[in-house]
């Protein structure tokens, strides 16, 4: 459940560098380069790549916040944030903080990201859109299990579990993932990450920028970061829109099971769009023929894994990835292809032994989030159980996402109890969603709005993937969220929105 753009962290998903060269204002832009809150903006780190287009109006800042909150005096962090400006103080409103998913997902590319996906002017007007990389991410303090491009546990999705001798495999390695994340938190930082820290550092975020009240953006895993921000701070968050919902304020592992459900839901949109595309791609003239397909393929991998090394669990991983978005359908269908007809399949190329992992950094903090927010199941058999009987009732994945993590080993047990999303407070909370979603199912949307009560309406996208807002494409969906954020217009009611 990585990033709102549809990376899954299923197989592949700098430094903190110092800040250089405060950016000289723009023409027309009344608050470029001058301290918010007593911030000092400069240009951002280099690997920060947003559209050439937002480039000069971009700009970075840090922010100190505890380490420890029970401890506020103590151990400091540094969270780096960036900055897109209103050009039109007669219509800012304030500040539009986002945070893209994961836990992990770096996000100070997030407001370029979004203007080159078509962010709305007027939301670009009334706002100065605020990204982050939160704690332990990237420039913001980072952290680091140690993992390297040759390990075993690559994904933050368990392998596919083909019996009951895979899940004990898998619990073997979990457990050795769990060890070396402990030995390498030689500071004592992983147990410091947790979304209820997380949403306290979005609130000092708001303080540091010199607002009274924030408003926020958050998708997938940031749905729950923002169900808990606002949930703490109901006095301090302004507008507040959650896209592609978990369900609560942490994944747990009945979030993590959906995740199977989503699958389900949303494998026939590509059914039916390779059905379509039969003659091309030779995957099935039927939706249910395509399914056969994929069942085939899978367990014809599990048995004997391509020549580049592609088993059934990561087919299965690849196939879940692709069904964020339907741009990826036609390379899903070409990877279908060469499994299909093994001898055409190119090899992989060579990977060097111990190589550095891009994926380190974010795995780590999905971990360390994941199993310090709430208390996960210890014993094996449990696991086994869960597997087989999701096995079953969703072929498609289910003994991937019922499958052991390493949270079942995880050295630390929680601080403080997860955070309890509150009906209590404004009528501030606008709930998109997807009908079908991969990793968040329409479930998680529903369950949100019911806990929320009168606090929260609901928006069902007629769509399918990960990610409404801006990415989905549905134009119903964009109006009524863009006219929330920029006129504050709430729903009266929950709505569908079918186009």
């Not at 367990?299 to 580049?308: F, H, I, N, V």
């Not at 499994?339 to 055409?344: D, E, V």
Request: glycine residues 10%.
């Amino acid at each position: 459940m990585f990033r709102s753009r549809g990376i899954a962290l299923v197989g592949t998903l700098g430094l903190a560098g110092a800040l250089v060269a405060v950016i000289p204002a723009v023409a027309g832009e009344s608050t470029a380069g001058k301290p918010a809150g007593g911030l000092q903006w400069a240009a951002c780190p280099k690997d920060v790549v947003v559209p050439p287009e937002v480039q000069a109006r971009l700009q970075c800042a840090k922010v100190p916040v505890p380490l420890d909150y029970d401890d506020p005096d103590g151990t400091r962090i540094e969270l780096m944030v960036s900055r897109v400006a209103s050009t039109k103080p007669e219509k800012r409103r304030g500040v539009l903080m986002f945070n893209p998913g994961g836990p992990g997902g770096t996000g100070l590319d997030q407001p370029g990201f979004l203007i080159g996906k078509g962010l709305p002017a007027s939301v670009m007007d009334a706002y100065d859109l605020i990204g982050m990389d939160t704690r332990g991410v990237g420039h913001s303090s980072k952290v680091s299990c140690g993992f390297t491009a040759d390990d075993a546990y690559w994904a933050n999705i368990p392998p596919y579990a083909a019996d009951d001798a895979a899940v004990t495999r898998q619990a073997g390695i979990a457990s050795d993932v769990a060890e070396r994340c402990a030995k390498n938190d030689t500071d004592g930082r992983l147990r410091q990450l947790s979304t209820a820290n997380m949403a306290r550092d979005l609130d000092r975020i708001r303080a540091a920028l010199g607002e009274k009240k924030a408003s926020f953006y958050g998708a997938s895993y940031g749905s729950a970061l923002g169900a808990a921000y606002v949930s703490m701070f109901p006095e301090t968050t302004d507008r507040i829109v959650l896209d592609s919902n978990v369900g609560d304020t942490h994944l747990d592992r009945d979030g993590l099971r959906r995740y199977a459900l989503g699958m389900e839901q949303t494998f026939p949109d590509f059914a039916r769009w390779a059905a379509a595309r039969h003659d091309a791609y030779g995957l099935g003239r039927t939706p249910q023929q395509v399914r056969r397909t994929y069942l085939t393929i899978a367990e014809r991998l599990d048995k004997t894994p391509s020549s580049d090394g592609i088993t059934g669990a990561i087919f299965r991983q690849i196939t879940f990835g692709s069904l964020y978005n339907e741009i990826q359908y036609a390379n899903l269908a070409r990877i279908w292809q060469s499994l299909l007809n093994p001898g055409k399949t190119p090899a992989a190329p060579a990977t060097a032994a111990a190589a550095p992992n891009p994926v380190d950094n974010a795995l780590t903090v999905f971990l360390a989030v994941s199993c310090n927010d709430v208390e996960w199941p210890e014993a094996v058999d449990t696991y086994r159980q869960d597997v087989a009987e999701d096995r079953k009732r969703y072929p498609l994945f289910g003994a991937a996402s019922a499958n052991i993590t390493p949270c079942a080993f995880w050295k630390y047990e929680p601080s403080e109890p997860p955070v309890a999303v509150s009906d209590k407070g404004p009528r501030n909370v606008l709930i998109l969603q997807n009908r079908h979603d991969p990793v968040t199912p329409l479930a998680g949307g529903k369950l949100l709005r019911e806990k929320f009560g009168q606090r929260a309406r609901l928006v069902t996208a007629n769509g399918s993937g990960h990610g409404v807002y801006v990415l989905g494409g549905n134009a119903c969906a964009l109006n009524i969220t863009t006219s929330y954020l920029v006129d504050g217009t709430m729903p009266s009611r929950d709505r569908t929105c079918r186009d």
